[in-house]
């Protein structure tokens, strides 16, 4: 096993105990966490469902991602780095970043309506979430430095035109 090979598995083993922890997390501990929270706070129980709908949005969107990722460490172990398929997976990536952002900014909007009706201060989750965004929009300039390399291979130019 060479250098390249023993590095793409490492990072393939990441990714699938990343993609555990996120079934774990959608499965046990989000509906766990809604329920002691609609428990404790009745009156506003009905936010958690917009909440829920950003958290599982996120949770499937990052674990396309992440299948994105796998596939892509596939390719550059077979030597097709500079494949359409790889370009493919870099666009389906970017565009998980983008949905993902999206769904962070609806669940501000839903903590900031939450927040004005109980009269907390959202400071923290806000400043959270906004550094989740920053994160997230650093992996999409990433990702989309490295698709022009790869826009401009000419096998991949001459299949997409």
């Keep these: 096993m060479n250098v390249k090979q023993r590095s793409t598995t490492f990072l393939k083993v990441i990714i699938f105990l990343i993609g555990i ?5 959608c499965i046990h501990w989000l509906p766990e966490i809604a329920i002691k929270d609609a428990k404790v706070h009745p009156d506003t129980a009905y936010f958690l469902i917009p909440f829920l709908v950003c958290a599982y949005g996120f949770c499937i969107t990052f674990s396309v991602a992440l299948y994105q990722a796998f596939k892509l460490l596939t390719y550059i172990e077979k030597n097709n780095a500079f494949s359409e398929l790889s370009l ?31 009269g907390d201060d959202p400071a923290g ?33 001459s299949k997409n035109d």
Excluded: E, H, R, Y
């Excluded at 922890?21 to 997390?25: C, N, Q, T």
């Excluded at 965004?133 to 991949?156: E, F, G």
């Design 125 to 157: 989750p806000i400043s959270l979430s906004l550094m989740g965004i920053l994160a997230t929009s650093i992996i999409a300039a990433i990702v989309d430095a490295l698709q022009k390399p790869l826009n401009n291979v000419p096998d991949i130019k």
């Design 88 to 118: 493919k997976s870099l666009k389906v990536i970017k565009k998980c970043a983008f949905t993902v952002i999206f769904l962070i900014l609806l669940g501000i909007v839903s903590l900031k309506v939450l927040a004005k009706i109980t």
């Design 21 to 25: 922890a996120m079934l774990v997390l």
